[in-house]
């Protein structure tokens, strides 16, 4: 199994310029997250699937938009890049359902993007 | 609404020493407790997880955690460090489950251990 995997690795944008971060998990998971990391900030939740069909706002949504495109795939859009969004942003996913031992979040490798 | 305090943003320690990485949270309800691990360049990944039971955690890698209801903390401890647990640390909080929403983690700003040879 991959896990979950998130492409492209690094990406550099003109300000303005839109992109869609790509992140797909094969643990048939339910719920599924987006997150930024900022130097000082630990992790912030930008946009999460609860399950397939659904998707809710994070601490820190504005700027982006967020795809559940299938109960393995969840994509995220920034649709006109700032200086501010750059970051490193995180995919992760959960069994989530009601087992406690189930809270567990399993993370990608990262997207590191460049706004100039 | 639930938050993190991770008192110390580095942490350096020489190699075969003991070292404690605190935190702190505050919530108005039960929570459930994890410290993540994230090696260079890499995502995270779980150390250990507080769900219930013994307030005593243990980890991977030799890593163990206790939880203090009374003082809402948290501290991640190993008895003797290595080179290779030079990363970056994250404790993170979980609200109870909510019927219909995703597990949502609060995450604490991270302590840099940097083992020193």
């Known amino acids: 199994n991959a896990g979950v995997t998130q492409t492209p690795k690094f990406q550099v944008l003109k300000t303005g310029q839109s992109m869609t971060l790509q992140c797909a998990q094969d643990?048939?998971?339910?719920?599924m997250y987006w997150y930024r990391q900022d130097p000082g900030m630990g992790l912030r939740l930008i946009y999460y699937s609860a399950s397939e069909g659904t998707t809710d706002k994070g601490e820190v949504p504005n700027g982006y938009n967020v795809s559940r495109l299938n109960k393995r795939e969840f994509s995220l859009r920034l649709e006109s890049a700032a200086p501010s969004q750059t970051s490193v942003y995180f995919c992760?996913?959960?069994?989530?359902?009601?087992?406690?031992?189930?809270?567990?979040?399993?993370f990608g490798p990262g997207t590191r993007l460049t706004v100039t | 609404a639930q938050s993190v305090t991770q008192l110390d943003s580095q942490v350096p320690v020489f190699e075969e020493a003991p070292v404690e990485l605190r935190c702190n949270y505050s919530s108005s309800v039960s929570v459930y407790l994890f410290w993540y691990v994230q090696y260079p360049n890499q995502g995270l990944q779980l150390l250990l997880k507080?769900?219930?039971?013994?307030?005593l955690v243990k980890g991977i890698n030799g890593f163990e955690a206790e939880f203090n209801k009374s003082q809402t903390s948290f501290h991640l401890r190993k008895p003797s460090v290595h080179i290779s647990d030079t990363a970056e640390y994250f404790c993170?909080?979980?609200?109870?489950?909510?019927?219909?929403?995703?597990?949502?983690?609060?995450f604490g700003s991270g302590t840099q251990l940097t083992v020193l040879p």
């Open positions: 643990m048939n998971h339910n719920s």
């Open positions: 992760a996913s959960s069994p989530g359902t009601e087992i406690p031992s189930d809270y567990e979040q399993y």
């Open positions: 993170a909080v979980s609200p109870p489950f909510l019927s219909g929403s995703a597990r949502q983690l609060t």
């Open positions: 507080y769900l219930s039971g013994s307030t």
